[in-house]
């Protein structure tokens, strides 16, 4: 069983379409992140849930809405979707916010034509 | 804010030979994690070694070690007996270990460096 899933893996759509991308986790982890990896492969946090709570919110466009209906599921729904949005999206967990070991997701990348 | 830099981009080794990947931070905190991941072209996040900064002995997994110097603020990865498996964009990483830190509870990456393994 994969530890921290993500679908889709690959999501192309057109600029102002609304989307997500679904994470769960089996871990029975506390505490979920989503991560930002640029075209550069540049790797920034956008969020994390702490029991359902969120916990960071990394100055990321309100176009860009994480919702946690339980710890186990982090989803991240993008309204109105800008080229600069294509990017691989990852989604991680850990056992609590202050555990340091996290196990990251496949990825999910993104391509908005 | 903590950065991390890794200063290069690109690195080749020779298949059973040994490479150092150079990181280094800036940090006003005592205490943090230091963290090197791999990422394949699989694009699979994978730990590959981690280190306490309170601890002062370098961290090591099998056929990866880290040289960690507090005071120069470097972690440097060596890979020994490289391996073409080996081969991949390697990531150095920073997280604050007391609540309030500004890396408290997120990995701050450096800008990766890829590695390439010849036969």
């Known amino acids: 069983d994969t530890a921290v899933s993500q679908t889709p893996k690959y999501l192309v759509t057109q600029m102002g379409n609304d989307k997500s991308i679904k994470c769960e986790q089996n871990?029975?982890?506390?505490?979920m992140y989503w991560y930002k990896q640029d075209s550069k492969k540049f790797l920034k946090i956008m969020f994390s849930?702490?029991?359902?709570?969120?916990?960071i919110n990394e100055t990321v466009p309100n176009r860009f809405s994480p919702k946690s209906p339980d710890k186990a599921h982090l989803n991240l729904h993008i309204n109105s979707l800008e080229l600069g949005d294509s990017a691989v999206y990852f989604c991680?967990?850990?056992?609590?916010?202050?555990?340091?070991?996290?196990?990251f997701g496949s990825g999910t990348q993104l391509s908005v034509l | 804010a903590q950065t991390v830099t890794q200063s290069q981009p690109e690195m080749s080794v020779q298949e059973a030979e040994t490479v150092t990947l150079s990181c280094t931070y800036d940090?006003?905190?005592?205490?943090?994690?230091l963290f090197w991941y791999k990422q394949p072209p699989s694009r699979q996040m994978i730990l590959v070694i981690r280190q306490e900064a309170y601890k002062q002995q370098n961290a090591t997994e099998n056929r990866f070690s880290v040289n960690f110097q507090k005071a120069a603020k470097s972690f440097s990865l060596k890979i020994s007996d490289s391996q073409l498996g080996d081969a991949a964009m390697y990531f150095c990483a920073y997280r604050s270990v007391y609540a309030g830190g500004t890396s408290y509870g997120k990995l701050t990456f450096g800008q990766g460096t890829i590695l390439t393994v010849h036969p």
């Open positions: 871990l029975g982890h506390d505490t």
């Open positions: 991680a967990s850990s056992h609590g916010e202050s555990d340091e070991k996290l196990f």
């Open positions: 849930y702490n029991n359902k709570e969120l916990i």
């Open positions: 940090t006003s905190e005592s205490d943090y994690y």
